[in-house]
């Protein structure tokens, strides 16, 4: 079965410092990765998926297959990033069938000013 | 444009008891989908459907029931409840068979005493 990896709890950097989120996948075939966020007292909302291969809020992620990760990254951390982050995947379009996402535990992430 | 709504929001049960929570999908989607999420866990997929119809089932057993309407808006049933039910139960709402781009909803919080 596919299984999403956060190995941080959590992660906390200074204002400006820049960020990484870890992120690593266990599944054979080629899923769809998800970064999910959820900001104190709001719902979990989607920031971004690896097959836009957009930016945004400043934060970027890149799948490697071959180390099976998707970590995300930001080069300047700002205070409003602060929140829970989780790492997903979908197999919905690798022919895995409608299995929903798989949620990694996700990093409570907090910016220090 | 209106959002994914959950109801209740909080509810507390006895244990061997049933409960229903109910979802309103997103103006425009045909899908839904529930997760489970215990305290300090990310979500776990429940089960999804799709145009009134379940496309999909997580590790849950049966007495983990749910219905979509033609509105498709859903029902999550949870017969005999046990003290390990208490959770977040999400809703999140998307477009097409297997959609993976999800819409949250701010939740359920059962307890179960």
């Known amino acids: 079965a596919q299984r999403v990896t956060q190995p941080e709890k959590l992660l906390s950097v200074f204002k400006g410092a820049p960020v990484e989120l870890k992120c690593n996948y266990s599944?054979?075939?080629?899923?769809?990765l998800f970064w999910y966020v959820q900001y104190s007292r709001q719902r979990l909302q989607l920031l971004l998926r690896?097959?836009s291969r957009e930016s945004i809020k400043g934060f970027t992620a890149d799948l490697n297959k071959g180390e099976t990760s998707f970590h995300l990254k930001k080069p300047f951390a700002q205070e409003e990033d602060s929140a829970m982050y989780y790492c997903?995947?979908?197999?919905?379009?690798?022919?895995?069938?409608?299995?929903?996402?798989?949620f990694g535990k996700g990093t409570h992430l907090i910016i220090q000013p | 444009e209106t959002g994914v709504t959950q109801s209740p929001t909080h509810l507390i049960k006895t244990r061997g008891q049933q409960v229903t929570l109910r979802c309103s999908s997103q103006?425009?989607?045909?899908?839904v989908s529930w997760y489970q999420q215990a305290l300090g866990q990310g979500p776990q997929f429940i089960f999804q459907?799709?145009?009134?119809?379940?496309?999909g089932r997580g590790n849950f057993p049966p007495r983990f029931s749910g219905l979509q309407f033609p509105n498709y808006s859903s029902e999550l049933n949870v017969n005999a409840l046990e003290l390990d039910d208490s959770a977040l139960y999400l809703c999140?709402?998307?477009?097409?068979?297997?959609?993976?781009?999800?819409?949250f909803g701010q939740g359920t919080r059962l307890t179960v005493v």
């Open positions: 999140a709402s998307s477009t097409g068979r297997g959609g993976t781009e999800a819409f």
């Open positions: 599944y054979s075939g080629s899923p769809e």
């Open positions: 690896h097959i």
């Open positions: 997903a995947l979908s197999l919905a379009y690798s022919g895995g069938g409608a299995d929903g996402l798989t």
């Open positions: 103006s425009g989607h045909n899908t």
């Open positions: 459907y799709y145009r009134e119809e379940e496309n």
